[in-house]
């Protein structure tokens, strides 16, 4: 999602002074001063807000070029793990607090068989503000219960290195 903040604002979709609004978070983040979860939090809000009126065509031409750029910047123990996990003839489902619309690109080019992501709304072509939230343990654990009610074989690995916890959970396959 900041990618494709930045993105945003490179392109003139959002305004430039928007970079200006979140810097000084980015400073305290990057000095330690701020933990990373506040600067996103930071970030995601200035975000949703300035998608509010704004054309999904533009907001996804964005997105693609976002997903095109950043997909190589995956933690390679992530993609190692989801290779490994294809190579087993695993499901593969992203559960992510990230817009749908970089989340479903971002699946399509890995191969993913399913995900899950932050929903934004929108009416006549263009965002309400609304949001359906992905990014919380709640709406994530919903989804998990969801999928253990329709029989699904998951095995869910963190994506960062340094927080890997391997929760498998058995279920047959759909």
């Not at 990014?135 to 963190?158: F, Y």
Request: proline share 3%; with cysteine.
């Amino acid at each position: 999602m900041v990618s494709h903040f930045n993105k945003l604002i490179q392109y003139e979709v959002f305004p430039h002074e928007l970079k200006e609004q979140i810097q000084p978070f980015y400073r305290a983040w990057n000095n330690r001063e701020l933990d990373y979860d506040d600067y996103l939090q930071h970030v995601a809000n200035t975000y949703t807000e300035n998608l509010r009126g704004k054309s999904i065509n533009d907001i996804s031409f964005v997105a693609k070029q976002t997903i095109e750029l950043e997909h190589k910047k995956l933690y390679r123990f992530t993609k190692e793990r989801i290779d490994w996990h294809k190579e087993q003839g695993h499901m593969i489902v992203f559960i992510s607090g990230s817009p749908q619309f970089l989340v479903s690109r971002l699946a399509k080019t890995l191969g993913c068989d399913l995900w899950f992501a932050t929903k934004y709304l929108s009416e006549n072509n263009k965002y309400t503000g609304e949001v359906i939230p992905m990014w919380d343990s709640n709406s994530k654990m919903n989804v998990l219960h969801d999928l253990e009610e329709k029989n699904t074989t998951l095995t869910c690995h963190s994506p960062t290195p340094t927080v890997t916890q391997q929760v498998t959970l058995h279920y047959s396959q759909v």
